[in-house]
């Protein structure tokens, strides 16, 4: 199955209820058979694009394309997607077995492959022996798994899910994270995904689309966007930061000469920054390096400062330095037993400095 | 303020309310046609009830309008409900305005306007004019009863069912209406209610050739006592605390 | 997936369509009727005919239709604020009871509220009239002599109003005064107010609400509740109700019966706008 073709495509589609601008004009291409994740505070229009693509909302402007059809004016009970919601919508006065085939039945699907599909698909999600039950009578972990199982069993192009997670408790949630992710590669279904939490946008995408405030940010594979974030908003949105003023001096192809925080050094961007520039320099807590001493030479530059506090959390360590230069930063290292740095001590002077070429540089205002 | 004094006052007016009632059931045994003082027990008075055929065509007919008018209502009332809930359409406001004012309107700028209307189509007042006005003047309770129970719905499941591929018919037949089956019933059971206790209203739209019960107990009450009356009175009452205890039971239900 | 775009909106159509189609026919037409009739004249053989004039409008003024009003509106007023002062306590006791108790003793007024007015009234009958239960219990304690005729009067039609309308005061008054929160009554005592000040400013103005319903459910019925001055009246006092009765069933004045009639929409509407401004101080938006 080709992976690159698009299932759905939103052109220049913008949203507004009443005056209130909800997507500013945006194009967004979900491939076939990914699992793409829309990330975003609350708010911020993910849930507004969701049901646009599943037709409960029509676009203010811009097209909305499903399998290359434009889709505008088709009501919903006539797409070809499905919808998890996020109350799971379970029809109460129904038995688990006659939600799920619901679907099927407003398809006039004959009735002996109703009854094989519905049992194939609650097999599938282990709910087999709950055939019979009523929604109330089930956990929320078992009612989410029967709104899956209700849109899935109808084998529709895309599967769009809404925050399907957040009702559950931290443990079930870590579990259905990847009990959600095979299924996806099981079924080759396309997935959006709706959600705030960062983590489980990462630990379960081919893709994320971060947004806010009704604009798409960034779009990329999670690595992508955490490693090479477009804009401050992106970077800070998807984890730690820590972040440093700087001036550009010369360029040269990838290599940047720049002063930053007052001192010299090297930087490497293959962003579009000429001399004179603002930036900002972006470091994860886990590129920095803590020193006691600054090492001599080299064209890395070593900023000095007083240890602020110390966090030992298990797996890794956190320090939090004070530059002299007026910033904190966190710097983030693997907790190992035999190295001798361990004990570094609030008030302790030490130098700071990142891991070279794992910098991110932003021009300033971005 | 002491619990006593509390306890009294709520037990004062509770007699307020159903001392006239109990009176009036108490003298349905009276062995008196005055129903001046006690002369003893007596069952003649519902005997006498069972005989009279003109007192028994009208309950006869009261009852065949009431379930009629209920029925009627109770339909009109649930699509109504439904359709200002679900739907966007341009005679929202004037509809909802004219479930208000049929509900508030005093029973007499009711009848007479129905009244006026049916000359004014020709019609003469008797059966239909007054199944029609009992439809009209009940539907707005069922509406309100029916809309209160949608406004506790939890709004993607007409969504969900969209989702799944049902059209709007399919949506109300299979989600909607099941959802809703207890306050419809409630709605009828209020309309049936309302519809056998109407005074006014139908004084204005009925015509002699169909005579209901209410109507003729007034002109039976209006002339002084009549023990008969009484019988017929208890008998309702008792229907009446069976329709409320019903309703009570179905709308408490779900939660 | 099979296309149905026939039922999707066929459906649609036909509910709200029908639902419009009864309440402009049955609802709309016969109150514009009614205004219209008003601007009639008197007809001959016909009950309207056309010169179109606002006599009706000037007979409303004029002191045979002004007396029945008055009298209405007096009886109106004391049957509203009878029930209020009656109803009220014995909503907030009410209200107040321990959550298990109440659905029962609330059932115990429903259902005299379902109970047949007419019979309703007709029971008050044996109560009032001069071998009555009232005048036995009266003689029987030595409070009395002599009966009280008590039936026949305008006594009998006020007792007969508030009997019957006291129900629809109290159970809005109830639904008012049970969504009251009982930390804002501590709070304000905590915070140094009497029982009576407590009462005054927050209690009352936080169930101005349900005062403004039930009064609305009192006040307005008893101009036209005709078969309690008839019942329990003699018929030596009218009510408005009687008034228009008359004018279309013995006068055959429709258009006086129909000015009467919109004068007592009026009187709704008004009612209406009070209470929604009671219900919403302030100016806040009132929308649904």
């Known amino acids: 199955m080709d992976g690159h073709e698009a299932i759905v495509r939103l052109s220049g589609v913008a949203k507004s209820f009443g005056d209130q601008n909800v997507l500013e004009p945006l194009s967004l291409v979900v491939r076939n058979g990914e699992f793409l994740t829309i990330l975003g505070p609350s708010g911020c229009g993910k849930t507004t694009i969701l049901r646009l693509i599943a037709g409960f909302e029509t676009p203010s402007s811009g097209d909305v394309f499903i399998a290359g059809e434009r889709v505008n004016n088709v009501p919903p009970n006539r797409r070809r997607v499905n919808t998890v919601f996020q109350s799971y919508a379970l029809f109460p006065h129904m038995t688990v077995a006659e939600n799920v085939a619901f679907g099927l039945r407003m398809a006039r699907v004959p009735r002996p492959e109703q009854e094989a599909r519905v049992a194939e698909v609650l097999r599938m999600a282990g709910l087999e022996n709950l055939a019979g039950r009523r929604p109330r009578q089930l956990s929320g972990g078992q009612q989410q798994r029967v709104a899956i199982a209700r849109a899935v069993v109808n084998r529709p192009l895309v599967l769009l899910l809404d925050e399907p997670l957040s009702a559950l408790d931290v443990q079930l949630r870590k579990q259905m994270r990847s009990e959600l992710k095979h299924l996806q590669r099981q079924l080759g279904i396309t997935f959006i995904f709706v959600t705030h939490d960062q983590e489980e946008a990462f630990a379960m995408s081919d893709r994320v689309v971060v947004m806010s405030d009704g604009r798409i940010e ?89 240890v602020e506090e110390t966090v030992y959390k298990g797996t890794t360590y956190d320090i939090a330095v004070n530059l002299d230069v007026g910033k904190r930063v966190v710097a983030t290292e693997f907790f190992d037993e035999d190295a001798e740095k361990i004990a570094f001590a609030p008030g302790e002077r030490v130098f700071v400095s990142w891991i070279q070429g794992w910098e991110v540089v932003l021009p300033d205002g971005g | 303020m002491s619990r006593a004094l509390k306890a009294a006052y709520a037990v004062a007016v509770y007699l307020f309310l159903y001392a006239p009632i109990a009176v009036l059931i108490a003298f349905s045994f009276n062995d008196s046609k005055y129903g001046a003082s006690w002369r003893g027990f007596t069952l003649r008075w519902y005997a006498d009830l069972a005989q009279d055929t003109a007192l028994l065509d009208a309950a006869l007919n009261s009852l065949l309008v009431a379930a009629l008018a209920a029925t009627a209502a109770t339909a009109l009332g649930t699509l109504a409900a439904v359709a200002l809930h679900q739907y966007r359409f341009r005679g929202r406001r004037l509809t909802q305005t004219c479930l208000f004012v049929t509900m508030m309107s005093p029973d007499i700028v009711m009848g007479v306007s129905l009244l006026v209307l049916f000359v004014s189509l020709g019609l003469t007042p008797g059966f239909l004019t007054l199944l029609l006005a009992h439809i009209t003047f009940c539907l707005p309770f069922v509406a309100v009863t029916v809309f209160s129970r949608l406004a506790g719905f939890d709004p993607h499941l007409v969504e969900a069912a969209q989702d799944l591929g049902a059209g709007e018919f399919d ?77 009570h039971l179905l709308l408490g239900e779900k939660k | 997936m099979a296309a149905r775009t026939s039922d999707r909106s066929l459906f649609r159509t036909l509910a709200v369509g029908g639902v419009m189609a009864w309440l402009l026919v049955f609802v709309a037409a016969p109150n514009l009727l009614v205004l219209g009739a008003s601007l009639a004249s008197r007809g001959e053989s016909e009950f309207l005919a056309l010169p179109v004039s606002l006599d009706s409008y000037g007979k409303l003024l004029s002191p045979l239709f002004a007396g029945v009003f008055l009298d209405s509106f007096v009886l109106a007023a ?52 001069t071998e ?157």
């Open chain 1, 218 to 306: 960034q779009t990329g594979a999670p690595a992508e966007v955490y490693e090479e974030p477009v804009n401050l908003y992106v970077a800070r949105f998807v984890g730690e930061t820590n972040i440093l003023d700087g001036r550009i001096l010369a360029r040269d192809n990838g290599q940047v000469a720049a002063v930053v925080e007052g001192v010299p050094c090297a930087l490497s961007s293959r962003r579009d920054v000429a001399p004179g520039d603002a930036v900002k320099v972006i470091l994860r807590p886990e590129d920095l390096l803590v020193e006691r001493s600054a090492p001599e030479g080299g064209k890395v530059l070593w900023l000095p400062g007083t």
């Open chain 2, 171 to 247: 949506t109300f037949r299979l989600v909607i209406l099941p959802m809703l089956m207890p306050a419809v019933a409630a709605g009828w059971l209020l309309s049936f209610t309302l519809s056998l206790d109407d005074v006014i209203v139908s004084f204005f739209t009925t015509g002699p050739t169909f005579e209901v019960l209410p109507l003729r107990i007034y002109s039976m009450v209006k002339v002084g006592v009549k023990p008969v009356v009484n019988a017929l009175s208890a008998i309702l009452v008792f229907v009446t605390v069976g329709v409320v205890l019903t309703s």
């Open chain 3, 78 to 129: 004391g049957a509203t604020l009878f029930c209020l002062l009656l109803g009220y306590p014995f909503a907030y006791i009410l209200a107040r009871l321990p959550k298990a108790r109440r659905p029962l003793l609330l059932l115990l007024v429903i259902i005299p509220f379902w109970t047949n007015s007419l019979i309703r009234t007709y029971a008050l009958v044996f109560i009032l009239k």
């Open chain 3, 132 to 288: 009555g239960l009232l005048n036995a219990a009266l003689l029987g304690l030595g409070l009395l002599s002599e009966p009280l005729s008590l039936l026949y009067t305008e006594t009998a039609v006020f007792v007969g109003l508030t009997y019957t309308l006291l129900p629809f005061m109290i159970l809005p008054l109830y639904a008012s005064i049970e969504k009251l929160d009982p930390r804002l009554l501590e709070a304000a005592r905590d915070l140094g107010a009497d029982r009576l000040r407590v009462f005054w400013r927050i209690t009352v103005p936080l169930t101005a609400p349900g005062i403004a319903a039930g009064c609305m459910l009192v006040f307005l019925p008893s101009f036209c509740l005709f078969y309690i001055p008839d019942i329990l009246g003699g018929a030596k006092t009218l009510l408005v109700g009687n008034f228009i009765k008359n004018q279309f069933l013995a006068a055959r004045d429709w258009p006086l019966g129909s000015a009467a009639s919109v004068l007592l929409t009026a009187v709704m509407a008004l009612l209406a706008v009070l209470r929604l401004r009671l219900s919403h101080p302030a100016g806040e938006e009132a929308r649904r």
